[in-house]
């Protein structure tokens, strides 16, 4: 009984994922299609791509609004290389990764070195970027990419679109570092107790810069997904994503006062909102009912966590 | 030594900001005086008017490109002929926006626009700068206390885009049936206007074509990703109506991806931005859009006309200006497509 209890604490949330999943596939006939299922996967890889940087603040306890202003400004700023520039697209890429690292960065050294709280520091830098990304771009998309460009978001390799190879390798890369090496076991360190971190040793800023580069750099590359997917970089693309990551994130357990959280639940957490978007489109629920859902998932999701920490269910 | 420092920091910014504030209430007041004074001479120059005007505009976003490339035009045309005009957004925010409308109304203004989050939070502070013998023009809602109300009949335009479906589906298809998307955002009243009118036009003028998805995309993310899953749902979809150009957009991409571009399938929406318009051009998916007015070039150019019209008491014939709607197809998109 005891381990039963302990099984469904921790894997709540592949739970979810498998009741919605039986509960669509009843429903609709087209739901449980290889192609369907794919365009799931297609559809949250940016959203599963920028939740690993997210994983990582939030594991610290700290949290990151930029992602959203990162996506819009480098999106920009790369198609603006690429179209009215005429810059190689391979260059235009590493400009763009390297522009979003550096972003990610500055936060993290603000954050890391002045104390300052990354709510209020990584806000700030969105309406920076925001506004930037609207005196480049004066407030009308770029569009007319490269065809190789297009590629990234909607070519296969094989049977399997770009985004989801990308996707994957992400979390692959994400999962090896938060489990394999000592960076990781310090992210959850600092989030358990910094006071603690410093004491024995971790240098707690170093750690702050990698983590928050990480989050630009991982957001950066989900813009990039972004960008090739639609073939117009919008000076609103990313207006709000942030929230869609944050969201994914503590639907996959990890703890907003940091210091706990998997990666692995964090995919089911991406999956869930990816499978419930696909199913509701699917059985044409509209679009009022679709937010309601959508707040009830995230409401239960965190109030398990909550539950759960105040040992309202004894393991 | 710090709290020192910053305590004369503090207070040379509040000596700054004080001396600031009354700056700009004498500014106000000069201007005020300068603008009588230039009436007055107006009235005695006769119709060719050299007053200089001050002209002040809230809009709901800039991150919308209609808005921030006609604000920037009408800066531009202002600035050419000497007038001030200042623009900012209250980012769909109706305090921000009072406030806004406050600043221009004690700025001494002759005009201000606004193109409201809500029309009935500022109706009031629209009252007080008419009370002040400020003019006041809305873009967007049918307002009372204005001059004139520049707006667009939603249901119209939706019923534009529905015909225009319509007469293809009844071109392409025998007996007329087709299996049709929408894509709409009924989260915003105008838009589900829009909707209305699409859906009534369908039914009028195509009975046999039914829609079997209705799904929300504000942008091209939004009817990229609404899109694909209909196409999961029903592949075979023909035909697509959007409320906007964003989805429109998106919807595009989803049929290039699925290869499902073909001399049957046709998008049709609203905005006619230069996207949709170089998708027309390139004979892909988007047929028809609805542009209103012009492009946003243009847009700016006829706000701005009546703002001076406006600014120098020249009547309009009713407050209800309704803004011209036309469609662009491949055969007209090229007029109006300004390049990239």
């Known amino acids: 009984m005891k381990k039963l209890v302990h099984l469904i604490k921790e894997e709540a949330i592949f739970i979810v994922l498998l009741v919605l999943f039986i509960f669509f596939m009843c429903t609709s006939d087209r739901f449980l299609s290889l192609p369907n299922l794919l365009n799931i996967a297609r559809q949250v ?47 235009a890429i590493l400009i763009y990764l390297l522009v979003s690292t550096g972003i990610g960065f500055i936060n993290g050294f603000l954050v890391a070195n002045f104390n300052m709280p990354s709510l209020i520091v990584t806000f700030a830098s969105q309406i920076i970027f925001e ?27 094989g049977p399997i679109p770009i985004p989801i190879i990308i996707m994957t390798v992400v979390f692959l890369i994400g999962g090896f570092i938060l489990n394999k090496t000592y960076f990781g076991r310090y992210f959850y360190a600092l989030g358990g107790n910094e006071t603690a971190s410093e004491l ?54 990890v703890s907003l006062s940091g210091g706990s959280g998997r990666l692995a639940n964090v995919v089911a957490g991406v999956l869930i909102m990816g499978v419930l978007k696909n199913g509701m489109v699917l059985l044409n ?18 109030g398990f966590d909550c539950v759960q920490k105040k040992g309202l269910i004894k393991a | 030594m710090k709290r020192k420092f910053l305590a004369v920091l503090l207070s040379a910014l509040m000596t700054a900001a004080v001396f600031g504030g009354c700056g700009a209430n004498s500014q106000a007041q000069s201007s005020g005086t300068a603008a009588a004074s230039s009436n007055t001479e107006q ?47 209250c980012d769909d925010t109706s305090s921000k926006q009072i406030e806004q409308i406050e600043n221009y109304i004690s700025s001494g203004c002759d005009v201000i626009m606004v193109n409201p989050s809500d029309p009935n939070a500022i109706e009031t502070v629209c009252k007080q700068a008419r009370d002040a013998g400020i003019k006041v023009m ?51 009243q105008i838009l589900l206007e829009r909707e209305n009118g699409i859906l009534k036009a369908l039914k009028a003028k195509a009975p046999n074509a039914s829609v079997v998805a209705q799904q929300p995309a504000i942008d091209a993310t939004g009817g990229l990703d609404a899109m694909e899953t209909i196409l999961q749902a029903h592949p075979n979809v023909k035909v697509v109506c959007c409320i906007g150009g964003g989805g429109a957009v998106g919807a595009n991409e989803a049929l290039k991806a699925a290869n499902k571009i073909a001399d049957n399938v046709g998008i049709f929406a609203a905005d006619a931005t230069n996207e949709e318009l170089a998708a027309m051009l390139a004979g892909e998916a988007n047929r028809m859009s609805v542009m209103i007015t012009g492009t946003p070039k243009t847009i700016g150019e006829t706000v701005y006309k009546m703002l001076v019209k406006l600014g120098n008491g020249e009547k309009f014939e009713s407050q209800n200006v309704y803004r011209e709607i036309f469609p662009i197809t491949a055969d007209n998109a090229k007029q109006y497509y300004t390049g990239k």
């Open chain 1, 45 to 91: 890889s940016m959203l599963g791509i920028a939740s690993v940087g997210m994983t990582y603040v939030i594991l610290i306890g700290g949290i990151d609004l930029s992602t959203g202003s990162i996506i819009t400004f480098v999106n920009i700023i790369t198609a603006y290389f690429m179209v009215n520039m005429g810059m190689n697209m391979w260059a």
């Open chain 1, 131 to 157: 506004g930037l990304a609207y005196i480049i771009s004066k407030g009308m998309p770029i569009f007319g990419f490269p065809a190789a460009f297009s590629e990234i978001g909607q070519g296969y390799l």
């Open chain 1, 200 to 253: 024995s040793g971790i240098r707690v800023k170093r750690v702050k810069y990698l983590i928050f580069s990480l989050s630009g750099l991982f957001a950066g590359v989900a813009g990039i997904v972004m960008l090739a997917r639609t073939n117009s970089g919008q000076p609103t693309a990313g207006k709000g994503y942030e929230f869609d990551v944050i969201t994914a994130v503590v639907l996959g357990g």
């Open chain 1, 285 to 302: 629920i509209s679009s009022y009912v679709q937010m309601v859902v959508e707040g009830l998932i995230l409401l239960l999701a965190v």
């Open chain 2, 43 to 89: 009235t005695s120059s006769g119709s060719t008017s050299q007053k200089k005007l001050k002209i002040g505009v809230t809009v709901q976003s800039l991150s919308n490109q209609v808005w921030s490339g006609a604000c920037s035009r009408m800066k531009e045309l202002a600035e050419a002929a000497g007038n001030t005009l200042t623009y900012v957004s």
């Open chain 2, 138 to 188: 809305c873009w967007d809602n049918k307002m009372t206390n204005t001059d004139i109300n520049w707006i667009i009949d939603n249901e119209k335009l939706g019923y534009m885009i529905g015909e225009q479906a319509a007469k293809f589906i009844n071109e392409k298809f025998t007996d007329g049936k087709c299996e049709v998307a929408v894509l709409d955002y009924p989260q915003t």
